[in-house]
């Protein structure tokens, strides 16, 4: 089981980006999917994810209506596309995975996959 994430890069406040995690070695539509993103010197911390069991969506609240999480079965891929970027968005975003179980809001999950940077300047 391998995550790939990429997309990440130095934005300016307001700015979007999109970021993709590819999944290969299992099959991607019994996955739970999501991402979480830490910052400098902070504890890694839930952004989103895509639940297995119904394809149900969650959120943390800090990023509802700027974040959102899309998958593509067909591609072993999950995406989160992010808008209006602000200063305090500044972390490495990591993509996870669980099998057959829904993502919790912990950073527990049994798959992770490598970080992408993003940085924004205000």
């Known amino acids: 089981v391998q995550l790939q994430a990429s997309g990440g890069g130095l934005v300016q406040a307001g700015d979007s980006l999109r970021l993709s995690c590819a999944a290969s070695?299992?099959?991607?539509?019994?996955?739970?999917v999501g991402w979480f993103r830490q910052a400098p010197g902070k504890e890694r911390r839930f952004v989103a994810a895509s639940q297995w069991s119904d394809i149900s969506t969650d959120y943390a609240d800090s990023v509802k209506g700027r974040f959102t999480i899309s998958r593509d079965n067909a591609k072993n891929t999950v995406y989160l596309q992010i808008d209006s970027l602000k200063p305090e968005d500044t972390a490495v975003y990591y993509c996870a995975a669980d099998f057959y179980k829904r993502l919790a809001r912990t950073p527990s999950a049994d798959y992770w996959g490598n970080g992408t940077q993003v940085t924004v300047s205000s």
């Open positions: 070695g299992f099959t991607f539509s019994g996955y739970s």
